[in-house]
């Protein structure tokens, strides 16, 4: 059982679940994606998806987390039934295995909020500075540290004393922030043509399946929809809890928040990159190492050019900061839960879980390869893990699950029949769409010689590989960790 | 700024932020009910 520590009020869990939901990705992947896929159009399978893939499945974790009052391991093995409780694990170690390296991602951030606010990036060309930073092994080193420190004390606090009073405060933090970013951004002379790139229809563009797949990934990605974070954060939710309205306003807000950084990222690009001789459609779409390139060069090189730039840089890497925080505390705590469940206490288990996240983080400090394979192969993971939640549902009957788990007591929203048809085929299909065509790409695009081999950075042969080991550590132990975590549930 | 842009501005950021902001008042008002009630 979750204990005696919970959300204060529906605001509080919903900050935190924002917090959880808007991160990095928000602000530069989503502008990149936007940008390789036709703008304005983009938009519209980006929206249908929140509806087909990311808001079902935060109904879910949200009710079973309500319900169960157990992270995804004990809910999993208590809904599938013990043998199947490594599901559960997958989902968890999915997470943690991103946990490990976004806590590198949130290092990055803070040493940029130093370097914008102490004027450091204005002495040399920002390529060269992350450069310098990123090939240093102490420096990267140091800021994954810190990462970890932050948001583990956070986490170390408890639930209403700790998360709910830190999303209180630097979740509005973060909308002011890209408000404020957004203003200056669409009053930079010229910033029309970034707004017309964002929302211009290409509408050529609906007949590629590359764009849908694109958006359906983003929608999964960005909203956290099927990553089991929900279900940790729903764990602690009142006794009286809604989870559809619930489910609806962070999906909702996420995007939302997304449309808001493209609102500053799209029209200061088109705005300030001419100055340089540059041409704005390939630095918004540029990847770089790590998807690096648009907020760790570029942005620090057009800024430069507007006055008060470093403010608004240093304003812009705090907006990043704050949202890479509050999602690695969400991870922590995932990873809290699960342990709490099987008899740990809180701080130890803080203790413990930072500790193994920044060794496990170490190589992807120091190797960039490292990081981009864990991040190809843990992210299509999350895939998995989406349909893991639908295996839930369809197991327990879609019909049954909505009466036994949405439709409940203090639910403000009744869930109807689309619910059912989404969990029990839709989310399968989509399943298979957007797997399939991430491993075609593997094939065709990314490593067509290799795309068996295991040793190979985005090979379908390395997440195959990589997933097996994960499943056949989980079986091998999944009967002494249920047996830990249902006993407990049960004496409790 | 071409007109679809414009149009297409519209209809998005009306759909996600008027969404957001409609469900947020939704959600005040069904707070403030299972309070007094």
């Known amino acids: 059982m979750a204990g005696k520590d919970s959300f204060s009020s529906r605001w509080g869990m919903l900050l935190a679940v924002f917090g959880m939901a808007v991160g990095t990705g928000n602000i530069w992947r989503f502008p990149r994606i936007v940008a390789k896929n036709g703008g304005g159009a983009f938009l519209i399978p980006w929206l249908i998806f929140l509806f087909l893939w990311s808001v079902p499945l935060l109904i879910t974790e ?14 999993f093995a208590k809904l599938l039934g013990p043998r199947l ?35 450091a990036l204005n002495s040399v060309s920002a390529s060269q500075y992350w450069s310098h930073f990123s090939s240093s092994v102490a420096q990267p080193i140091l800021f994954h540290a810190i990462a970890f420190l932050v948001s583990g004390a956070i986490v170390y606090r408890g639930v209403s004393g700790g998360i709910e009073k830190a999303s209180r405060v630097l979740m509005p933090t973060l909308i002011v922030l890209l408000v404020v970013g957004a203003i200056r951004a669409v009053t930079l ?23 849908w797949l694109e958006a359906l990934s983003q929608s999964a990605w960005s909203t956290g929809a099927g990553w089991g974070l929900v279900l940790t954060y729903a764990v602690y939710a009142r006794e009286n809890e809604d989870s559809v309205l619930n489910g609806f ?7 939302s928040a997304s449309l808001l950084a493209g609102l ?13 001789g540059l041409v704005p459609e390939k630095i ?13 060069i570029w942005i620090p090189e057009l800024f430069r050019q507007i006055p008060a730039g470093r403010v608004f840089l240093t304003a812009f890497f705090l907006a990043l900061a704050i949202a890479a925080t509050t999602s690695l505390m969400s991870m922590i705590e995932l990873g809290v839960r699960i342990l709490m469940d099987a008899g740990w206490v809180r701080r130890s288990a803080v203790v413990t879980l930072v500790m193994i996240g920044f060794l496990l983080g170490l190589p992807s400090a120091v190797d960039m390869g490292f990081f981009e ?4 192969v843990w992210g299509l993971g999350l895939i998995v893990s989406g349909l893991f939640f639908a295996v839930i549902v369809i197991r327990y009957g879609p019909s049954r699950f909505r009466r036994d788990f949405v439709n409940v007591a203090g639910n403000d929203l009744p869930v109807g029949r689309w619910f059912d048809w989404t969990m029990a085929y839709v989310i399968p299909l989509l399943f298979v769409a957007m797997l399939g065509w991430w491993f075609y790409q593997s094939a065709t695009s990314y490593d067509p010689s290799g795309w068996w081999n295991p040793f190979h950075r985005f090979s379908l042969g390395t997440c195959i590989v990589q997933w097996v080991v994960v499943v056949a550590l989980l079986v091998v132990f999944n009967r002494r960790i249920v047996a830990r975590t249902l006993s407990r549930e049960e004496a409790s | ?16 932020w008027g969404g957001f902001l409609a469900l947020l008042w939704l959600a005040l008002k069904k707070e403030a009910s299972k309070r007094a009630g």
């Open chain 1, 62 to 75: 949200l009710s079973i987390g309500k319900k169960t009052r157990l992270g995804p391991y004990g809910s």
């Open chain 1, 85 to 119: 409780g490594w599901m559960g694990g997958f989902v968890a170690f999915c997470t943690l295995a991103i946990m490990f390296y976004y806590a590198v991602v949130t290092g990055w951030t803070y040493k940029y909020v130093v370097a914008s606010a102490v004027g």
């Open chain 1, 189 to 211: 002379p010229g910033a029309v043509a970034g707004l017309n790139f964002l929302f211009h229809p290409e509408w050529r563009s609906l007949a590629d399946h590359r764009v």
């Open chain 1, 249 to 255: 306003l962070t999906g909702f807000g996420d995007n």
């Open chain 1, 264 to 276: 500053m990222i799209f029209p200061a690009v088109f705005a300030l990159a001419p100055g340089l």
């Open chain 1, 284 to 296: 918004v779409a540029e990847t770089g190492p790590a998807n690096t390139g648009m907020a760790f």
């Open chain 1, 373 to 376: 394979n864990q991040d190809w």
């Open chain 2, 1 to 16: 700024m071409s007109t679809s842009a414009v149009v297409m501005m519209v209809i998005i950021l009306g759909a996600n």
